[in-house]
């Protein structure tokens, strides 16, 4: 006990000095700052009222004063003050100096110089050719739903059944501005247009595209309205630039009204500073996107026409590499598999495809097609049939129109997210129930 004793009294003595040195920096500290003020007091004073204390004049009305000998006595005290100040600050501002050395302009870099390193994407693209959506996380279709059980086991059930329920590849190669559509002899679904833009190459010199560049006028005089069903739903590739207005106005002549706009964010990770990125003449900035604008042409309801789109999963965006090869229009094949999971109508339209774009589920017509395999009756047929017992039975009043349907599993339906009717109470746009 009298060790610990001992060690209790070295420590209080100890605290008792540190205490008392303390207190008599901080009596010295403010015994200096007391002076200051009195000084200021006798400064303002001075200025204001001859040789009165401020708290005098204070009493009194202000009036600005001429200059005299007292003030320029004042401003003398003034900077003797302010001499003092800067004094006292002097420590502080040494101090602050040792712990910011600034040796070269390295300091003030961002990005990959910076002595600091931060998340700054443009700075990166600039130094390295690395565009920032390089370095979005989880944002290909197999991470994307990896850390949700239930919709990751829903996007595994969509594939299995489209796969199951598609009809096979069909093709057809046609100069598509001397074709008449109605030759195909069916209503569709869906309706992929993919033109030959002039964009395409602006953005490219010196490649030529395989197919003659279209005017927006062109487009539009493709006559998609007369083999669109009602409802059903088109996906138009504008590019980046015209197109984004002059598509609408496509869609509006063909019976559709614009919806959606699915936007395509480039990346170029695999080749990152070698893929030129120019647009058209009147481009301000580096364009690294590519739009799709989705139409609806009648009516249909997510909260009410399940069995004909499943919403509330697909996103409108895709993030996906640019092909590396120079001036390609190849598009990602995301998009299929987006509109596939989306609209269940089996009846799918592809214009200006080409022989990498054929895909079972698919009629792909376009002049860049090497061969073709369509027949009318042949295609017609795939639908006439009911539809095989292991699809789930649709609303009454469409079993006469099962089989131009994907259908569904229970287990989709049990896991699909939900909107509840208009004006109803549910559980709104939750995850799956």
């Known amino acids: 006990y009298s060790i610990i004793i001992y060690f209790i009294d070295i420590f209080v003595n100890n605290a008792n000095i540190l205490f008392l040195d303390n207190l008599g920096k901080m009596e010295s500290l403010l015994a200096q700052r007391k002076k200051r003020a009195e000084k200021r007091r006798k400064l303002l004073g001075g200025e204001l009222g001859g040789n009165s204390d401020l708290s005098d004049v204070l009493k009194t009305r202000l009036t600005p004063l001429p200059k005299t000998a007292v003030n320029e006595k004042a401003s003398s005290s003034q900077e003797e003050v302010s001499r003092e100040d ?10 602050s100096q040792e712990e910011e050395v600034y ?10 110089d910076s002595m600091n390193p931060q998340n700054d994407y443009q700075q990166n693209f600039v130094n390295t050719g690395q565009r920032p959506q390089n370095f979005i996380m989880d944002a290909g279709i197999e991470e994307r739903f990896a850390d949700y059980p ?23 190669s046609v100069d598509l501005k001397e074709f008449n559509l109605k030759s195909l002899g069916s209503q569709f679904d869906v309706i992929l247009v993919d033109p030959p ?13 395989t197919t003659k560049p279209w005017s927006w006028d062109e487009i539009e005089n493709l006559g998609i309205g007369q083999v669109g069903a009602s409802p059903s739903w088109i996906f138009l590739w504008v590019g980046s630039s015209a197109g984004l207005e002059r598509g609408r106005d496509c869609l509006k002549k063909w019976g559709y009204r614009r919806c959606e706009d699915i936007c395509w964010i480039k990346t170029n990770r695999k080749s990152p500073g070698t893929i030129k990125t120019n647009a058209d003449d009147g481009a301000i900035l580096q364009h ?16 009410t026409d399940g069995h004909f789109i499943h919403a509330n999963v697909e996103i409108d965006l895709i993030v ?18 987006m509109i596939e999971h989306f609209c269940l109508g ?50 009454s009043g469409l079993d006469g ?15 699909r997210p939900k909107s509840p009717p208009h004006g109803g109470r549910g559980r709104g746009r939750g995850g799956p129930r």
């Open 103 to 112: 040796k070269d302009s390295s300091v003030f870099l961002k990005g990959l």
């Open 197 to 209: 833009l002039r964009e395409y190459e602006t953005r490219a010199p010196g490649v030529s595209l």
């Open 86 to 95: 800067e004094k006292l600050d002097k420590p502080n501002r040494e101090s």
């Open 288 to 303: 690294t996107t590519e739009h799709c604008l989705m139409g609806l042409k009648g009516h249909c309801k997510r909260s």
């Open 320 to 337: 996906a590499e640019e092909p590396a090869e120079y001036g390609s229009t190849e598009k990602p094949e995301e998009l299929f598999r």
């Open 401 to 415: 129109f099962s089989n131009k349907l994907v259908g569904c599993w229970p287990e989709i339906e049990r896991l």
């Open 150 to 172: 239930k919709l990751n086991q829903l996007q595994r059930l969509k594939n299995d059944i489209i796969k199951t329920r598609a009809t096979p590849p069909l093709y057809m």
């Open 346 to 395: 089996r009846r799918r339209l592809h214009l200006f495809s080409k022989d990498t774009n054929v895909r079972k589920g698919w009629v792909s017509v376009g002049p860049e097609l090497t061969s073709s395999n369509y027949e009318v009756e042949t295609y017609l047929e795939m639908f006439r049939d009911p539809a095989p017992k292991f699809i789930k039975s649709l609303p």
